[in-house]
T-cell receptor, first 111, second 113 residues
Framework: NAGVTQTPKFQVLKTGQSMTLQCAQD?????MYWYRQDPGMGLRLIYY???????DKGEVPNGYNVSRLNKREFSLRLESAAPSQTSVYFC??????????FGPGTRLTVT | QKEVEQNSGPLSVPEGAIASLNCTYS??????FFWYRQYSGKSPELIMS????GDKEDGRFTAQLNKASQYVSLLIRDSQPSDSATYLC?????????????FGTGTLLAVQP
């Protein structure tokens, strides 16, 4: 039981490049989330998926897209990376009680 | 006013003491509250959830909720150096399918040996 896994762990992009962050969970949770964490800003919700087939914007969705591929997998895509997207990205999955469990994170630097 | 507020710290306590971490929130309709622990360079880890007014104890941890005052706290008894981490308060806001967790910016706890 791996919990929530994320790939890659680290990534460096040049401005304008694109990439997809992958997330998978094996806990049979319906809800999945993408957050970014920046110093002094705390965790901010980018997008979430309350159930398979649905996605909704969070607090900071601009510049990102998501795909809920199936119940296990939820990916985050940066179409044209910008230095402001340098951050640590966490995927989480959650229960009906809204307890959320986080993956190990992806550290992204955009130069 | 931020939706969830925490003192950023650092809160420094000696080993064996009680550490008290506090959080206030702005949405009076919130019903679910969580405490996460985050070690430096790691991901947040859920340590406590609380849904009703009063105290909830789990080992050395006690969560306290006062909905009238919009205040939630975490007490750590017999603090250990391994408790040194950032503690994040999270509050569930919204309703139905739009429920979302809003996180505070965290309080850094340093337990001195």
């Amino acid at each position: 039981n791996a919990g929530v896994t994320q790939t890659p762990k680290f990534q460096v992009l040049k401005t304008g490049q694109s990439m997809t962050l992958q997330c998978a969970q094996d806990m049979n949770h319906n809800s999945m989330y993408w957050y970014r964490q920046d110093p002094g800003m705390g965790l901010r919700l980018i997008y979430y998926s309350a159930s398979e087939g649905t996605t909704d914007k969070g607090e900071v969705p601009n510049g990102y897209n998501v795909s809920r591929l199936n119940k296990r997998e939820f990916s985050l895509r940066l179409e044209s990376a910008a230095p402001s997207q340098t951050s640590v990205y966490f995927c989480a999955s959650g229960l009906w009680s809204h307890e959320q469990y986080f993956g190990p994170g992806t550290r992204l630097t955009v130069t | 006013q931020k939706e969830v507020e925490q003192n950023s710290g650092p809160l420094s306590v000696p080993e064996g003491a009680i550490a008290s971490l506090n959080c206030t929130y702005s949405d009076r309709g919130s019903q679910s509250f969580f405490w996460y622990r985050q070690y430096s360079g790691k991901s947040p880890e859920l340590i406590m959830s609380i849904y009703s007014n009063g105290d909830k104890e789990d080992g050395r941890f006690t969560a306290q909720l006062n909905k009238a005052s919009q205040y939630v706290s975490l007490l750590i008894r017999d603090s250990q150096p391994s408790d040194s981490a950032t503690y994040l308060c999270a509050v569930l806001v919204g309703g139905g399918a739009t429920n979302k967790l809003i996180f505070g910016t965290g309080t850094l706890l340093a337990v001195q040996p």
